[in-house]
Each structure stands twice: as C-alpha cells, then as structure tokens.
C-alpha cells in the first residue's frame, strides 16, 4: 500500500495528514518539506496518522527522530495522532528519543485532546 500526505494550516497549527504506509524515507521526506517551508513559523504542529499505519523497529525511530532533531532549531510543540494501539507505543519511543528542550512532544489517539494540548 502506497502512501500520500497533505500539509495544510487550521489556524495557529500546521496539520500533517498521512495516510497509507510511510517509509522512514516517507518521512524524511516530509521533515524536508516542513523544514524547508518559506513561510514556517509554526510552533505547534499535528501529526494525524490516524488513515495510516506503521511499524517502524526502534533503530528506525531513532533514525527519525535524530533527523528532525538535527534540521529543526525552533522551538515547537508536536502531537502526534495515532489510531491504532502499535502506532502509540512505536510513536511514544519516537517521543522519548525526539524531546528536546526546543521541542515537546506528546501522543494521542483524540484529535480534540491534541489540538487543546498543542493550544495550551
């Protein structure tokens, strides 16, 4: 199953839908897309994986989150939208191993408890 995403602004949140089965590559792809962005300014930013799925080993989430790690240098708040029970926990390792004093990042399975996370 192939994978397709849309960056798209709800107010004061930069939203990254997913949907399908992205690769690690999938997703560098996107960090280089969010990060090379013009116009970036967003502090806060969502995640919905939920019209997707995937099971990425912990070398390949660390792999990840070490790449985001190394192209973002503004502070930012990031909640992650996951549906199904093995995309929390892989994406609870992403958390430990991305949080920074630059950036927190938090997993949810409800859109409304992240989007007034993401606001608070």
């Given at each position: 199953?192939?994978m ?16 399908g ?20 300014s967003?502090s ?6 939920q ?6 080993s ?46 927190e ?16």
């Open positions: 199953m192939g397709t995403y849309e960056i798209a602004e709800m107010e004061d949140v930069q939203v990254v839908s997913i949907k089965k992205p690769s690690v590559d999938d997703i560098k792809h996107i960090l280089d897309e969010i990060q090379n962005e013009s116009g970036y967003h806060a930013r969502l995640w919905d994986f019209e997707s799925s995937f099971n990425f912990q070398s390949e989430v660390l792999d990840i989150a070490s790449y985001a790690s190394a192209g973002d240098n503004r502070s930012a708040k990031v909640a992650m939208l996951v549906k199904e029970d093995l995309s929390f926990g892989v994406s609870r390792v992403y958390e430990v191993f991305r949080h920074t004093d630059l950036t990042i938090k997993v949810f399975k409800d859109k409304i408890e992240a989007l007034a996370w993401l606001r608070a």
